[in-house]
């Protein structure tokens, strides 16, 4: 079975720039989240759709981070405009439904400089 | 926020010893999963202990849950090379979180 699949795999753009990362799930899972990891930390949670309805958006800044996943399967984050702390890398991950075992993309390595 | 830390935050040992790392939390949950990290990589799945259960095991790993302490341990027994990587613990309750992590060294 295919694994969940990550667009780009490195991003470099300059500061008050936009970016956008694209995610396909695993096909037949209902659940999919964002996460963002910077260097040396965990992931930490950005939002979390149960098919194209958000669950969890909490830890999510909604002033300049958007994400939508349409028709319930690929799904996009964007950030707008970035800042020098969103260098991180940005996990996709999905599951067949919440809270069971996660299968997490390669991850887009984003440098803001 | 983190919902979950883990100690030790680094950890190094020699090849065929066990190494044991600890994950505590603060919410209900409704499960208990940990995942490894290769340098560079995404993180893979490796045992799901839910919340009524006390011990699982899998190959080489034993999960141990203490819902009344709100903590649970991951043991790899007689460690090898390849077994280097981060150990994360995430924590299913009303979200998915993940603990801050021990980096674990086996020196061959």
């Known amino acids: 079975e295919a694994g969940v699949a990550q667009s780009p795999r490195y991003k470099i753009i300059e500061k008050r720039q936009s970016v956008a990362f694209w995610c396909n799930p695993i096909?037949?899972?209902?659940?999919l989240y964002w996460y963002q990891q910077i260097l040396g930390q965990g992931p930490k949670l950005l939002i979390q759709f149960q098919n194209n309805g958000v669950v969890d958006d909490s830890q999510l800044p909604k002033d300049r981070f958007s994400a939508e996943r349409l028709k319930g399967v690929d799904s996009t984050l964007k950030i707008q405009p970035a800042k020098l702390e969103d260098s991180a890398v940005y996990l996709c991950a999905s599951s067949y439904e919440g809270y069971t075992e996660a299968f997490f993309g390669q991850g887009t390595r984003l440098t803001v400089v | 926020s983190q919902q979950g830390e883990e100690d030790p935050q680094a950890l190094s040992i020699q090849e065929g010893e066990n190494a044991t790392m600890n994950c505590s939390y603060k919410t209900s949950i409704n499960n208990l999963q940990w995942y490894r990290q290769n340098s560079g990589r995404g993180l893979v799945h490796l045992i799901l202990?839910?919340?009524?259960?006390r011990e699982k095991h899998s190959g080489r790993l034993r999960v141990t849950l203490d819902t009344s302490k709100k903590s649970s341990s991951l043991l790899i027994t007689a460690s090898r090379a390849a077994d280097t990587a981060s150990y994360f613990c995430?924590?299913?309750?009303?979200?998915?979180?993940f603990g801050t992590g021990t980096s674990l060294t086996v020196i061959p």
């Open positions: 995430a924590i299913t309750g009303n979200q998915f979180y």
């Open positions: 096909s037949g899972h209902a659940t």
């Open positions: 202990i839910r919340s009524n259960e």
